[in-house]
């Protein structure tokens, strides 16, 4: 819609990962070094983690796609509450082998011969799992187990974890010495600053024909990142809807006032949650550095605080629209001159505070 208006090729602020936009922040550009490092040793893990709407499936796609043209067989795993035979299967399935109804034996057969083929080849198989966070530890053994196929000194299959910045606790909870073995490079992908959530916001605008309308203030750039701070998907929300907020009203310069006009918007749009965890500083750990690394999470009493709130703000929205349907109805009963028993009627409206 607003593309139309401002004469831009198409939208800049897609919420899905797209590897044509990815900017190269320090952080983003330190991150992909060190997948681009790992691809060279060709074993092992390399970790990394983010905040939510950090970067990381952006980074991930950008790897693959650049891959197209290099021997290497990749695939990508989005994960959910797998446990190590359904991670097993998911797999197989991503490498384009039958899984389904297959005994976890065969599984395991059929995976080495798929790796063992692509050896003589003289590919390499990588395989690049998202959400990492969200595995159990049955199914992380079950990765290192299968990261020692190798052929002589040569590892047949490596893996990129990807996930949020709980990841990095679990990897370094107790019982996990033999994965952290296997971790050659780890890095902690940051929030953008505020010179960078500029050139982010002016990177994209300039892959679809930008040519300064509408114009954007510096206070304008300086809200964005105070709101967004500096999280990538978070600067795509808002600018999504500041754009379409100015195409509205016909507006060709977004300046602070702007900005937080759309921004009160959406707080009148989106119930308040309070921010429970801060995600960590970007840290890189090499295989060799044995300091660990620590994330803050989110517990279980503040998982079910979270839940409260929310049925509480479900149950007043409920209340609120029950008393305004039973304030209308008695309206329309005044004014058609239908009888009325007003003291069930204030009784009803009682009950609804």
Known sequence: MYERFYNLKTKPFRLSPDPRFLYQSKGHSKALAYLRYGLQLGEGFIVITGEIGAGKTTLARALLNSLQTENIVAAQLVTTQLESDELLRAVC?????????????????????????????????????DEAQNLPASALEELRMLSNYQVGERALMQSFLLGQGEFQAIVQAEGMEQFRQRVIASYHLGPLDEPETRAYIEHRLGLV?????????????????????????????LCDRLFLYGCLEELHEFTADTVRFVIDEQKQETPKIRKLATAPEPQIHLAADNSASTATTVSDSERRLIALEKRVEALEARVRKDRDRIQKLIMMAVLSGDDVDLPEALEALRKAD
């Open 209 to 237: 024909e930008w040519e300064g309308d509408p114009s954007i203030s510096d206070d304008a750039y300086h809200i964005i990142h105070e709101h967004s701070e500096g999280i990538p998907r978070r600067i795509n929300t």
């Open 93 to 129: 399935s991503a490498f384009g082998l039958q899984a389904q109804g297959v005994a976890k034996a065969q599984l395991l057969k059929n995976l080495e011969t798929f790796l063992m083929a692509r050896a003589r080849e003289g590919k390499r198989v990588l395989l690049l799992v």
